[in-house]
């Protein structure tokens, strides 16, 4: 029997690959499943396909940090985006308000309502293979390891080394709930996850925090290393029309001004390391692959989408030998970018912060007015 299972055809078979990664940023995972409503909506109907069309139909490695890891887990498991932004609707409350935590903190953590939350969606009892036929694509999970202090990219790629069945250590043991609440257990949010890897050796038990605090809030360029590098065992082909990553932001949340005190410090510094470490990796991605879409990284670096000396965008039948398709879908929720996004109405301090779950009908007005950016032009022909 082969090492894919039911996804036999679909992984031992040559062909051209795509790739979805979503950020991290706690409630604001809104924005970003606004976003892929509609990229779900184009592609199904592009595709001329019916209404059990999936995300995981078209994309072959799906991966997120954080709040993009619980997105990016549903659509592996086949949940439709509608599913998923009615679980954050119905559980954006308990998820990740911080007065309502700390009000329950005693009831969350020893009953656990959230856990329950994960397990109902995820399965208590699903481990992260392919095996048990549950997944319809790859997966990438990023949680941060406080204990090692490293970034743990945790996928169900059954060629992996840390894979191995034979290992005592193997990834796919650990449950899937258990990796998307690492991934997402926000510092002062929420408390660490400790899971152990091998039951026989306590060296073996990790304590993790949410992957955000890891340099891969923005997971696309980790997930193009993943997918091309030997060491993975995946060896995907690179090229413009053979790779094709899509990014997918939960907000640009650009710091309003100087830190005041300590307090403002700390209530702040986490979003503006959030948004950093996105850009990078963004730029990364712009860097070695070509870019189609995305706003403009700085005044000097701009678009970094090739051009020719006359400043018109190069056509996509004229090869430019970069390592994959790229584009970059984002919101800027600053006062002038939710202007520039038909938005006057919302205020950005509303919608900035990870926790804002008293503003969630904002953020979808924010993830449907940023979802017009969404053309499935720059997939080039990947469509």
Not at 121 to 146: C, E, I, Q
Not at 291 to 296: K, L, S, V
Not at 345 to 364: C, F, G
Request: proline residues 5%; glycine residues 8%.
């Amino acid at each position: 029997m082969s090492i894919w299972g039911p996804l036999k055809d679909r992984y031992e078979t040559k062909q051209p690959r795509k790739i979805l990664s979503i950020d991290g940023g706690g409630i604001r995972g809104i924005v970003a499943l606004g976003m892929l409503a509609e990229m779900e909506s184009q592609l199904k109907n592009k595709l001329k396909r019916g209404s059990d069309f999936r995300l995981c139909d078209y994309f072959d490695y799906i991966g997120g940090t954080s709040t993009g890891a619980i997105i990016a887990s549903g659509l592996s498991i086949g949940l439709s985006v509608q599913e998923l932004l009615n679980y954050y609707l119905d559980k954006g409350k308990l998820m990740f308000d911080k007065t309502f935590i700390l009000k329950r903190w005693k009831a969350l953590y020893e009953s656990g309502p959230i856990l329950q939350s994960l397990k109902e969606t995820f399965g208590a009892d699903t481990d992260l293979t392919l095996n048990n036929g549950k997944y319809k694509s790859l997966l990438l999970v990023v949680a941060m390891n406080r204990t090692t202090d490293s970034p743990w990219p945790i996928s169900n790629n059954p060629l992996a080394k840390y894979n191995n069945p034979d290992r005592p250590d193997c990834n796919a043991k650990i449950k899937l709930y258990q990796l998307v609440r690492a991934s997402s257990a926000a510092p002062v949010f929420f408390p660490p996850e400790t899971l152990q890897w091998d039951p026989n050796d306590d060296d073996k038990t990790f304590v993790f925090v949410d992957g955000g605090v890891s340099p891969y809030n923005n997971p696309a360029f980790l997930m193009y290393r993943m997918a091309t590098q030997p060491a993975y065992n995946l060896n995907w082909e690179t090229g413009e029309n053979k790779l094709l990553i899509i990014s997918v932001g939960t907000g640009a949340a650009v710091s309003t001004g100087e830190y005041s005190n300590i307090l403002d410090t700390a209530q702040n510094l986490p979003n503006n390391l959030l948004y950093a470490m996105a850009v990078d990796q963004d730029i990364n991605c712009r860097t070695v692959g070509r870019c189609t879409y995305g706003a403009p990284i700085d005044r000097e670096l701009r678009y970094m989408i090739p051009m020719d000396k006359h400043g018109n965008i190069s056509p996509l039948s004229q090869d430019t030998d970069r390592h994959f398709l790229y584009a970059r879908y984002n919101a800027d929720l600053s006062t002038e970018g939710l202007k520039e996004l038909g938005l006057e109405n919302i205020k950005s301090e509303n919608v900035r912060k990870m926790d804002t779950v008293d503003y969630l009908d904002e953020l979808q007005a924010v993830g449907k007015a940023a979802s017009k950016q969404v053309d499935l032009a720059h997939f080039g022909s990947f469509v």
